[in-house]
């Protein structure tokens, strides 16, 4: 039987100041490699939302029976791992995994499920045990521009992820106004990566914009919005949609 929210609160949705400064302080492991975008990469993004109380229980598996099947996958590039810190959309962790195309992403598949088998288990098996945890889950698929991304947001305490659906027929005028404002964002030492997507619900494109307080993220919006770069980008955007995340360091690989 599921247990209610109000009886059985997830610890990590609790909206004390004590938790939301335990996200804040959250940083990457600094045996993990920085994630700077690669020609030809493309990364797969799966937003998972728990049952009440168990993200932590999911947070288990995923540690103890699906990291090690991917630390020995090389054929992955890099496993990040984002959990929600204020989003206006119901969503608990986000599972980034990083290949060389969507080849790379078939050589990956291949390799897991000889490795699980190696090891007798099957990653279908262990993505059972986290479903079975899970209300809802979805897939989104982005390929990275490497020319409009610079740095690593996710060594950053704090990630945001925006959401863009571009006017029909606007994507191209979209990708040339958002280079002044990635200009700008070199040149001010924000790390951001800009992707393309291949596979999701209507929206064309996502970026990773990495700071380390919520205050820095508040200055970064009023600080793009006096260069002028966000009125360009509204003519051409239909609809936005943001979230704040924070990197959750026993879900790095690589």
Not at 66 to 91: C, G, K, N, T
Not at 141 to 168: I, K
């Amino acid at each position: 039987m599921t247990r209610s929210p109000t009886t059985n609160p997830d610890p990590m949705r609790l909206r004390s100041p004590a938790l939301l400064l335990a996200a804040l302080l959250v940083v990457p492991a600094a045996s993990v490699d920085a994630q700077a975008a690669v020609e030809g990469e493309v990364r797969q993004l799966v937003t998972f939302r728990f049952l009440p109380g168990r993200l932590g229980d999911a947070m288990t598996v995923f540690t103890e029976q699906a990291v090690p099947l991917y630390e020995a996958d090389d054929d992955m590039l890099s496993l990040r791992a984002l959990r929600e810190v204020e989003s206006p959309v119901p969503l608990d962790l986000i599972v980034v995994r990083s290949f060389d195309g969507m080849t790379g992403m078939d050589r990956s598949n291949a390799s897991l499920r000889r490795i699980a088998a190696e090891r007798g288990t099957s990653m279908s098996a262990i993505y059972a045990e986290i479903s079975a945890l899970a209300v809802s889950h979805d897939d989104q698929f982005v390929e990275l521009l490497p020319e409009l991304s610079t740095g690593d947001p996710a060594a950053h305490r704090l990630v945001a992820l925006v959401w863009y659906r571009t006017l029909a027929g606007e994507q191209d005028r979209f990708e040339r106004t958002l280079a002044d404002v990635v200009e700008w964002e070199r040149a001010s030492g924000i790390d951001a990566t800009t992707g393309r997507f291949l596979v999701s619900d209507g929206w064309t494109h996502l970026r990773f914009l990495g700071f380390d307080s919520l205050g820095a993220y508040h200055e970064y919006r009023s600080s793009v919005a006096d260069t002028g770069g966000q009125i360009y980008l509204s003519g051409v955007v239909a609809k936005r949609r943001e979230v704040i995340l924070a990197p959750v360091p026993e879900l790095a690989v690589r």
